[in-house]
């Protein structure tokens, strides 16, 4: 296939939280630049992951999961992802396999019936059910919405995933593409960073104390004379207690937050990595757009 025969275009995930949107895009990566969790809304912002393939350029945004609000956060979260729905070629709804059809995919379709960008319903965890159990549950989201295509996936384990990747190239139109071949997202290393300790914290956290957290990268800068890279970075939370959860007995927690965050960063950066772990308190920062802003999670178009 020639260049001029190239086709590019942009691929929207959406979805329940929680329905392996980000393990869906880390696999047709082929790395993580989204955080991935067993706990929901776990992604916060929208990610652009960007897939070049024999047949062209695909851009994925992986939107945060889709739910009603509790708060300035989630109500920002919730618009990043509606958005999306007319600003791209093409629209993937996952949908979890095994917990089958809840209110809050009908909530989604009901949205979906306002846009005319094509529809994919993604079957996601198709490893975690029977294939008899299949049929019925296409049958029973058939009813609800006419999607273009109906595929199967288990995104963990890479099943159909080529087929996915076939079908929405038949989508997409002819054209240059939008990035170098081998740049994988459009976001800065400095939020990839922040995300990997986030995520560090929501394994190893319980409770309320996952979706009460922000990080900022404060610092990055290379030592003098060395190859090591150093980085400051703070953990917001929103009361007192939950700080005490992040540090730890003796600083134990926060010590093994540390250490697993900077494994992801030296293989991000190619570097040996000094990472420096602060915690402090920011009242209830999910309601205040002045810390939203701070933490990138307000953005006047929305």
């Known amino acids: 296939m020639t260049e001029n025969e190239k086709k590019s275009g942009f691929v929207a995930l959406i979805g329940r939280p929680n329905v392996g949107k980000s393990t869906l895009l880390n696999h047709v990566l082929g790395q993580k630049i989204a955080i991935m969790s067993n706990k929901p809304q776990t992604t916060r912002n929208r990610i652009q992951g960007v897939y070049t393939g024999d047949k062209g350029q695909i851009v994925f945004i992986d939107t945060p999961g889709i739910h009603k609000p ?26 979890d396999a095994k917990e089958g059809k809840g209110r809050g995919d009908e909530f989604i379709i009901e949205r979906l019936k306002n846009v005319n960008t094509p529809v994919f ?22 009813q609800l919405y006419p ?10 384990e890479g099943n159909n995933v080529t087929t996915l990747l076939e079908q929405i190239y038949t989508y997409l139109y002819t054209g240059p593409q939008f990035y170098p071949e081998d740049q994988v997202t459009d976001h800065p290393e400095r939020f990839l960073m922040a995300e990997m300790i986030r995520e ?54 926060l010590k093994e937050i540390g250490k697993r965050a900077r494994e992801d960063i030296q293989r991000l950066l190619g570097s040996k990595i000094f990472l420096e772990l602060w915690v402090k308190v920011e009242k209830d920062w999910r309601n205040k757009p002045k810390h939203l802003k701070n933490f990138g999670y307000n953005n006047e178009e929305y």
């Open 70 to 95: 509790k708060h300035r956060l989630g109500d920002f979260m919730t618009k990043i992802a509606q958005n999306t729905f007319n600003e791209v070629d093409v629209i993937l709804f996952l949908v």
């Open 200 to 253: 560090k914290i929501l394994h190893l956290t319980e409770e309320e104390v996952p979706h009460s957290i922000a990080v900022e990268i404060e610092q990055i800068k290379r030592r003098e004379n060395t190859e090591t890279v150093y980085v400051g970075a703070v953990v917001v939370v929103e009361r007192s207690s939950q700080k005490g959860i992040i540090i730890g007995k003796q600083g134990k927690m």
């Open 147 to 156: 999607f273009k295509e109906i595929i199967p996936v288990s995104a963990l």
């Open 121 to 142: 319903l993604i079957i996601n965890k198709i490893d975690d059910v029977h294939p008899d159990e299949l049929l019925p549950l296409i049958k029973e989201y058939s």
